[in-house]
């Protein structure tokens, strides 16, 4: 293998960076050039791999090169996020097999909410306890906020998993989801906020752990409520044939993203754009109306148009006072970014 890292000066040059986003079920990669941070045209010898970790607690406020203590410490991370440590694990085993001595970041979601203050990041609970809120998707939010320069920014990820983040000055100083990604909004089979009473009531009806724990993972969110669907696409089908149940979900979703809006613009001080993205924010139309239709008071109002044009890029869709962006998400190029950032600091 050449290297191409340079040892001092301006940093490395024609470098391919691999980018692993393993999800629960999927595994999404892709592959750059840097720095120009473009796709390689083609697969050929790569020089860095970067991988995306869902959850680094405390211990990894940023990026890290991958040694064997880091791997061991992602590993005891896994009882905070059970569904995704472990799958990152073993990505970083199997490319560490594949490309022997290639360098491997690993790139944290926890990672850009790192800036909370404390009263964000913060249970009202005993501090002994060490439970605290982290919030995630923030390679996603770390994309969008180098995508729009704005002070007041309120970002919402809206997919099957969904959150939204209120950004200062690119910064994250709030977030929707908190120690696990099941805390915040309604997402396709995830609860989102919900009165921890509910969960002693369960254990008292009799509910077993593993049984709560497929519940609230799996069989809430838009598929509770509906009965049908975790699906947007498919739910807002059910909806314009009828379906009540299909119209009440669409609705609780947008109320819940709708009501945080609201918060994060009096955590932020007001609010100068909303930006919408991932697979529901970036192609819903319908959805983004029926958030934005609550928010007309604080000066936030969409161009129908622009709204419902069938367009792909990165666009503005208001008429208002406080711009609405729609961004599309690009979490693989992301990782990249971060990973060529972290050697280069290496290196120097
Ligand atoms: P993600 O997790 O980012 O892939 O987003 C998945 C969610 O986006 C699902 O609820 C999909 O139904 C929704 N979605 C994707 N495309 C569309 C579309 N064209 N219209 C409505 N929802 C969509």
Known sequence: MTCRWRATGAGPSDVRILALNPGSSSLKQALYEFPEGVLAAESNAIEAVGIRVVHGGSRFVKPVRVDDAVVEEILNLRELAPLHNPIAVRVIKETR????????????????????????????????LEVRRYGFHGISYSWISSRVDTRRHIVCHLGNGASVCAVLDGRSIDTSMGFTPMEGLVMGTRAGDLDPGVILYLLRKGKSEAELDDLLNHNCGLLGVSGTSGDVRELEKSAAGGDKRAEFALELFAYRVAKYIGAYAVVLGGVDAVTFTAGIGEHSPSMRSRICRRLGFLGVELDGELNRASRTDERRISRGPVDVWVIPTNEELEIARMTYRELQLDRS
């Open 97 to 128: 097999s594949k490309h022997p001595g290639v360098p491997i970041v690993a790139v944290f979601d926890t990672s850009f909410h790192q800036t909370m203050p404390a009263i964000a990041s913060s249970y009202a609970v005993p501090q002994d």
